[in-house]
Each structure stands twice: as C-alpha cells, then as structure tokens.
C-alpha cells in the first residue's frame, strides 16, 4: 500500500511539473502573440492631409508635432498626403480600424438655389468631371457625391456628403475619435449645422470635433496640437481637451468659430482617449491558452 501511494503521489507531482511546464511554453507563446499582435495591428492615429495637396497649404511643422506628440503618447500613427484622399480613401476609412482620424481638409457648406443650406461636403483631391463620375455613378446619382469647388467657376472636385458616410463607407469606426479641421463642421453663419457629425456618429464614431464656422488656415493647425496635446499627453476628456483649447487658442480671429464637438453628452464629453496597446495585451493575456491553464492547474492543486 505505502509503495503504491508513494508511486501515486510521485505520479501527481510528475503530472504537476508536466502542466506547469505546459504553461510556461504557452505563456511563451502568448507573448509572441501578444509582440505580433500589437506590431500588425492598424495605426491608432492618423492624419488625412487633404490640404497638402495645395502647396501654399502644407505644413511640415504640424505634421511633424502631430508625430512627436503620437510618439510621447506611444501611439502608432500613420500620415496620408495630399493626393491620398479620394473617394476611396474615404469609402474605406472605417474598415481601416484607426482610433483617432485627424481630417485636415477643405470642406464647405452647399446651398440649394433658393439659398437654403442643403449639406457639407468634405473635399477630396480628386478632380470632377463627367467621365470621372461614371467611375462613381451610383453614389454620384444618388447624391452621396456632389462637386465640391472654391469659388464658383474654380475647378471642382468630388466631395462627400453625410449620406456618403452613412451609406457608402464600408464597416464600422470603433469608438473612434474624428478631428475635423475643415469649415462648418458643426455651424454655418451662427446657425448650427450637425449632420456630419451625425452621420460619422451613426457610422460608429465616438465624438466627432470641428468649428461652427469657417476657420483660418493657420487657426486650426494651432487649435488642433493644443487639442492633441491636452487629448494624448495630458488624458484630459473630450470637454476639459475642447474647452483648454479654446482658453488658450481662442476662437478664429477672422470668423469668430469656436470648437466644438458632438454629441454633446455627458458621455461623449468625459470620454478619454484609452491607450489600446495595454487594453489589446491584457485582453490577449487574460484570454490566453496559458491564462485558462494556469486558473485550471491552480483549482486542481488547491482541490
């Protein structure tokens, strides 16, 4: 009896190293995951810098902040010129899984004949023209793409509207934060004006940002590092970020347009920017072949 209990327990310890051994190899493994995970995953920020396609527009030095301020918060982050932002570009950018996308492009508020304010358009820096359109026909006849130009005469582009984001856009933002550096983001001539914003809300943003009137090209350059900074560096929610930008930056000195975000809701204003490396590792960790093995080996030992 005594040998066979000695071989018993002997056996129990051999199945105990065994296990603990597996967990480690599958911790190790884990790990990889994890290390691949976070290297393959999207960038969490991104700048569409429809504005440098214009020489006269572009701005290294806020592009070059942007990135310092994304790397002090170690954040990946990716940068899409000028030429980028088609239509495509734009029917695409919520599949691209991106936290925070900074729109620092031209857009305008369309009327209708009469002189009633009809819609937004978001430029792209792709050129108008009737065999261009055929490309978009659908969108274009349904009127989720419009011309979208400076002065009347000026050369068009294609622009999109709220309906485009709605409905031609392919998947879903997550939780994502949207900077819109453009004019009458959220107000045209004191008038509120919010669906843009609505449409990015409904299309899976978590608060979308922008001035409620047209803005000065260096203005918004400036009111968005603040904003960046305040965000990123110092954690601060949607309404402290918004409101300390607007203390120090103040509104637009030619156009009197203050920033704004919406929805404006408790929820959407103490909402703050989470770090998802941390929140991917933890959930790859907890959820890990290890993890599960190692809660299972630690009820059976203590059992």
């Known amino acids: 009896m005594g040998a066979r209990n000695g071989r018993r327990k002997s056996a129990r310890r051999s199945g105990k190293r065994l296990a603990y051994g597996v967990v480690i190899i599958v911790s190790i493994l ?61 029917r695409k950018l919520p599949s691209c899984g991106t936290k925070i996308i900074i729109l620092r492009v031209h ?12 819609i937004l358009g978001l430029f792209t820096s792709e050129r108008y023209s009737d065999e261009a359109a055929k490309k978009y026909r659908e969108d274009v006849l349904d009127d989720r793409l419009v011309k979208a130009f400076f002065t009347e005469g000026a050369e068009e582009y294609f622009g999109i509207v709220p309906k485009f984001v709605e409905e031609s856009m392919k998947g879903k933002f997550q939780n994502t934060i949207i900077i819109m550096m453009g004019c009458e983001g959220l107000g045209y001539e004191e008038l509120e004006y919010t669906d843009m914003a609505e449409a990015f809300i409904k299309k899976g943003a978590r608060v979308y940002i922008s001035w ?31 409101t300390e930008t607007m203390e120090i930056v103040g509104k637009d000195p030619t156009y009197n347009s203050t920033l704004q975000y919406y929805p404006r809701t408790a929820e959407a204003g103490n909402y703050t920017i989470p770090n998802p490396k941390s929140s991917l590792m933890m959930d790859i960790i907890n959820n890990s072949p290890a993890a599960k093995a190692h809660k299972k080996i630690k009820n059976w030992t203590q059992g």
């Open 30 to 90: 884990a790990c990889f995951l994890v290390y691949f995970s976070l290297n393959s995953s999207p960038p969490e920020a991104a700048i569409a810098d429809h504005l440098s396609f214009f020489p006269d527009q572009r701005n290294p030095a806020f592009v070059d902040t942007c990135k310092t301020i994304f790397e002090e918060g170690e954040l990946t982050w990716a940068y899409h010129e000028g030429e980028e932002i088609t239509v495509d570009f734009y």
């Open 107 to 118: 857009s305008a508020i369309m009327k209708t004949e009469t002189g009633i304010i009809s």
């Open 212 to 242: 409620d009137g047209s803005i000065s090209l260096d203005h918004t350059d400036q009111a968005t590092i603040h904003l960046l900074q305040s965000l990123i560096l110092r954690k601060r929610t949607i309404d402290i970020a918004v």
